[in-house]
C-alpha cells in the first residue's frame, strides 16, 4: 500500500528547459545534439555547466552508461548522476529522481536530458530502414518476435489500439483527431518539423503501415535532444526566468507485460497519475493543458482515459470533440507534439510543459491562464510511465 | 520444408528450449503452476500467478482466442517479401496463458478480436516448427 507522499510539493522547480535543432541534423552525434540542449537550457536559467553537480540522462540505448560519456564530454564531476532505462518513461521520470536526488541531500542543481539521432540513424543504410529502427536488432528479443514477423514498436501499440477499438467502439476517425489537433499545434511552433496542414481527408488517405495505424499515427524520426535544469524552488527565485514549481511526480510500470491482463487498455498512467495527484494535491479537474507522450495517436487517446481526463472508454469522443485544441477542454501537445513537432522521447514535452507556465508565449500557443500542467512519459515496450505536475511559482 | 528459410530463426533462451522442442513434435508447451494451476507464458523459473517455484511443462490445447491482433502492410524483413498483409496476433489460450503468434488460413480483414482460433504447426526447416493459428 503506497502511503502518499506531499512533503516533497513546490519544494523544487524548473528553472531553465532547451532543445537543440530539431529534425534532420546529420553530421551530428546524440552527445553532441544533447550538449546543444543542455547549453541552451543553462542559459535559459542563466547558470553554466559549473554550476551542475547532478547528471540524468539518456541516450541511446546501446551506449554504455551514457551519463559518464556526457560527463567527460561537458566537464563534469557530479555528486549524482546516471542513466535511465525505462525507455520513453526516462525523461519524465529523470526530472523526479533529480527532485528526489537533491531532496536526499545528495545534489543541489540537477541537469536532465536525452539525445537522439534517430533520423540519421534510420535513414543510414538500407537494413535500418527497412526495419524503421536505429537500435541494432540484438537489442531486440531473439524469440517470440521475429519469426512472426513482428517488428517495431508500432505493433505493439497496434494491438492496444485494435482491443480499444474492439472493446469502446473507438475509430480511426478520432485517432485522427489527435493528428489534426497536434498538426494544427505545430503550424504555431516555427521549430516543428512538420510544416503543412493536415486535414482529416488527409489523415484517413495515408498508407497503412500496420493496421490499424497508418503512416499518420506514427511519430516523426527525429535527430534532436532536450534538456531543463532542476534545483530547489528556493535557489529559483534568484534565478532569469520565472521557476516553474514541481508539485507532484509519479510512475507506474506494467511490467508484467503489455500482453498481461487489460494493460493494453488500462496504462501504467492510472497508477503514475495516481501518486502523482496525491503529491501535488490537485486532480485532473485541477489540470490545465497536457503534454502526452504521443508515440503513436492512440496512446495519447488511452492516456487522456487514464489521468482522468474522461471516462474509461470514452476517450475517442473526448479527442473528436475539439478538447486537444488551445481553446479545447483539454488543451494537449501544444508544441505539436512527437507526431508533428520532433521525437524525443518525451523530453519536448517536459519542455513545453515548463515553457507554458515560464509563460513566454504568444496568443497563438499560450495556454489561457496556465497555471498547472500535465506531463506524461510514456515507453519501455509499452509498459512504463511516468507523470509530472507543474506548477507556476 | 525447405533450408532456404528466409525469415529469422528465433534464437532459444535456455529457459525456453522445452517449448521449441515440443513445437517440433506440433506440441504446444506452456508452463503450469503445480500449487495454484496457473498457465503462463513465455518461460520463466517462477510461477507469475502465486510466486511458487513448484511448476512445470504442460501441452497446451492449443485452442484459444485472438486477444488482439494487428496487420502489417509494411515489409520490415525481406523474408516477408511477398507475404503482406499478414497478421500478429496474441493468443489467448483457453488455458489462459496469452502467446505471439500469426493469424493464418483467412483474409486478413477476416481477423477479429475474441475470435476462436486453434494452433497448427509449420513445418519452417528441418529444425524449426512454429505454432501458428488458424480460424476455428
Ligand atoms: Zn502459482
Redesign the pocket.
Known amino acids: 500500500m503506497i502511503e502518499p507522499s506531499t512533503h516533497l510539493r513546490d519544494k523544487y522547480a524548473l528553472v531553465g528547459a532547451g532543445h537543440s535543432r530539431l529534425g534532420k541534423v546529420p553530421g551530428v552525434s546524440a552527445q553532441g545534439l544533447l550538449e546543444e540542449a543542455m547549453l541552451n537550457a543553462l542559459d535559459d536559467a542563466g547558470l553554466t555547466t559549473q554550476d551542475v553537480d547532478g547528471l540524468i540522462c539518456r541516450g541511446p540505448d546501446e551506449i554504455y552508461t551514457f551519463h559518464q560519456v556526457m560527463g567527460e564530454r561537458l566537464g563534469i564531476d557530479a555528486s549524482f548522476s546516471t542513466t535511465l532505462t525505462n525507455g520513453g518513461a526516462s525523461q519524465v521520470m529523470g526530472v523526479a529522481l533529480a527532485a528526489m536526488a537533491i531532496d536526499a541531500g545528495m545534489a543541489s542543481c540537477v541537469l536532465v536530458g536525452y539525445g537522439r539521432d534517430n533520423w540519421s540513424r534510420v535513414h543510414a543504410n538500407k537494413e535500418n530502414h527497412m526495419r524503421g529502427s536505429g537500435r541494432p536488432q540484438q537489442m531486440y528479443g531473439m524469440e517470440f518476435g521475429p519469426e512472426f514477423g513482428y517488428y517495431g514498436a508500432i505493433a505493439a501499440h497496434g494491438f492496444g489500439a485494435q482491443r480499444h477499438m474492439h472493446d469502446y467502439g473507438t475509430t480511426r476517425e478520432q485517432f485522427g483527431a489527435i493528428s489534426v489537433a497536434f498538426r494544427n499545434h505545430a503550424l504555431n511552433n516555427p521549430d516543428a518539423v512538420m510544416k503543412k496542414p493536415l486535414t482529416m481527408g488527409d489523415y484517413l488517405g495515408g498508407r497503412m503501415i500496420v493496421e490499424p495505424f497508418s503512416l499518420f499515427d506514427c511519430s516523426l524520426q527525429t535527430d534532436a535532444a532536450g534538456a531543463v535544469v532542476v534545483t530547489s524552488a528556493e535557489r529559483a527565485k534568484d534565478l532569469r526566468q520565472k521557476p516553474v514549481l514541481i508539485k507532484g511526480f509519479g510512475t507506474g510500470n506494467n511490467i508484467s507485460g503489455w500482453f498481461n491482463g487489460n494493460n493494453m487498455t488500462h496504462t501504467g498512467a492510472i497508477q503514475s497519475g495516481k501518486t502523482a495527484y496525491a503529491m501535488a494535491g490537485v486532480g485532473p479537474e485541477d489540470i490545465d493543458y497536457a503534454q502526452i507522450y504521443d508515440c503513436f495517436t492512440y496512446m495519447v487517446l488511452v492516456q487522456l482515459e487514464d489521468y482522468g481526463f474522461c471516462k474509461k472508454g470514452e476517450g475517442g469522443e473526448f479527442v473528436a470533440s475539439g478538447a486537444l485544441a488551445l481553446d479545447g477542454a483539454m488543451p494537449t501537445n501544444t508544441s505539436g507534439g512527437q507526431l508533428s513537432e520532433a521525437h524525443v522521447e518525451g523530453m519536448l514535452q517536459v519542455v513545453e510543459g515548463v515553457r507554458q507556465l515560464q509563460g513566454i508565449y504568444g496568443p497563438e500557443r499560450q495556454v489561457p491562464k496556465a497555471e498547472i500542467g500535465l506531463v506524461s512519459g510514456h515507453g519501455g515496450n509499452t509498459v512504463c510511465e511516468s507523470t509530472l505536475i507543474l506548477g507556476a511559482a | 520444408m525447405s533450408d532456404d528459410y528466409a525469415k529469422a530463426i528465433p534464437v532459444p533462451g535456455p529457459e525456453s528450449l522445452p517449448f521449441w522442442e515440443g513445437a517440433k513434435n506440433h506440441q504446444l508447451m506452456i508452463q503450469k503452476?503445480s500449487?495454484?494451476e496457473?498457465h503462463w507464458f513465455p518461460p520463466s523459473t517462477v510461477?507469475t500467478?502465486?510466486g511458487?517455484r513448484n511448476i512445470e511443462w504442460v501441452a497446451s490445447s492449443g485452442k484459444g482466442t485472438v486477444f488482439s491482433f494487428v496487420v502489417f502492410h509494411r515489409l520490415y524483413h525481406k523474408g516477408w517479401d511477398g507475404a503482406i498483409p499478414y497478421a500478429v496476433a496474441v493468443i489467448e489460450l483457453e488455458e489462459g496463458a496469452r502467446m505471439l503468434s500469426n493469424v493464418i488460413g483467412v483474409p486478413v480483414d477476416e481477423v477479429k478480436c475474441d475470435m476462436p482460433v486453434e494452433v497448427i504447426f509449420e513445418d519452417a526447416t528441418s529444425d524449426l516448427s512454429l505454432p501458428k493459428f488458424k480460424p476455428v
Open positions: 503452476c500449487d495454484c496457473h510461477c500467478g502465486c511458487s
